[in-house]
């Protein structure tokens, strides 16, 4: 067992040995089934929520309109099919239940190690009829942390994900890549801030297929992204990044945004 997952230990269940190495080796570890259906459920009720405006969103949450929409390419069809993300659901009582929920803790810490924090909060939401698509890039464009290696994302499928509505893909093995040179893509529709890898060969992607309650940890340097929906359906995703509380920012000084929560 590695040092840090041993120091994890009795901090919620972690992952196995073999998802261990598969992780190191891969830049990348998929949990089947991770979050049962009623927490999915409230998670999802609350999105609506809070898109539909059922309930306060916290003042510090943000609710992000797809560039289409924004732009006004295109009508949305409901207030849902607006929306491209909730960023940021730290003081959102239900949402972030999901950074705090132990069945994703105890994984993240078996990687990075007890004492995390939560660093960034989204859900990630591919509505149809947008493009949507996410380029190719690597977390630690966003999250200038290091050690990287105590570094971790966490993406649960809340709605089946597949190929058709754009589920993640990945490029195994590229967490051992330094952080690369960002551009943004050569498409007509953009959202803000998505960056893509310059120069990447795609031919080497795998398409990370979820079924809802699926969870995939993944190495902040693994080059990953996703594609269009396709299908008439939404695609969700609730999505949280942790640290370990040792990490610095790059350049040495000691970091801290507001959106930075130390979980117990
Ligand atoms: O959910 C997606 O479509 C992409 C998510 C992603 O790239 C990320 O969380 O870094």
Redesign the pocket.
């Known amino acids: 067992m590695s040092e840090i997952a041993h120091s994890a230990q009795g901090h919620g269940e972690g992952l196995t040995p073999a998802q261990i190495d598969q992780y190191w080796e891969q830049g990348f570890v998929v949990c089947p089934g991770l979050i049962d259906r009623e927490t999915r459920e409230r998670w999802d009720r609350r999105f609506c929520d809070l898109v539909e405006g059922r309930v306060d969103a916290p003042a510090s949450l943000r609710i992000v309109r797809d560039v289409m929409i924004a732009k006004g390419a295109v009508e949305p069809a409901s207030p849902l099919h607006a929306v491209n993300k909730i960023l940021g659901f730290e003081d959102d009582p239900v949402l972030f239940e999901y950074p705090r929920d132990p069945r994703v803790l105890g994984r993240v810490r078996s990687l990075v190690g007890p004492d995390v924090m939560s660093i960034a909060t989204?859900v990630?939401h591919?509505p149809p009829g947008v493009d949507a698509r996410?380029p190719i890039h690597q977390?630690q464009l966003y999250f200038p942390l290091e050690p990287a290696d105590r570094v971790v994302?966490t993406?649960t499928a809340i709605d089946r994900a597949s190929r058709e509505n754009?589920c993640?893909c990945v490029i195994p093995g590229t967490h051992r890549e330094p952080l690369r040179q960002h551009v943004l893509p050569d498409w007509p529709w953009v959202n803000k801030y998505f960056f893509g890898v310059e120069g990447v060969d795609v031919s080497k992607r795998i398409h990370v297929e979820l079924e809802p309650g699926d969870c995939v940890f993944f190495h902040p340097h693994l080059f990953?992204?996703?594609g269009r929906n396709r299908t008439t359906g939404f695609r969700r995703?609730m999505?949280a990044h942790f640290a370990s509380v040792e990490c610095k920012s790059v350049g040495g000084t000691s970091f801290q945004t507001q959106s930075f929560r130390r979980i117990e």
């Open positions: 989204n990630i591919k996410h977390d994302g993406w754009g993640l990953h992204g996703s995703a999505v």
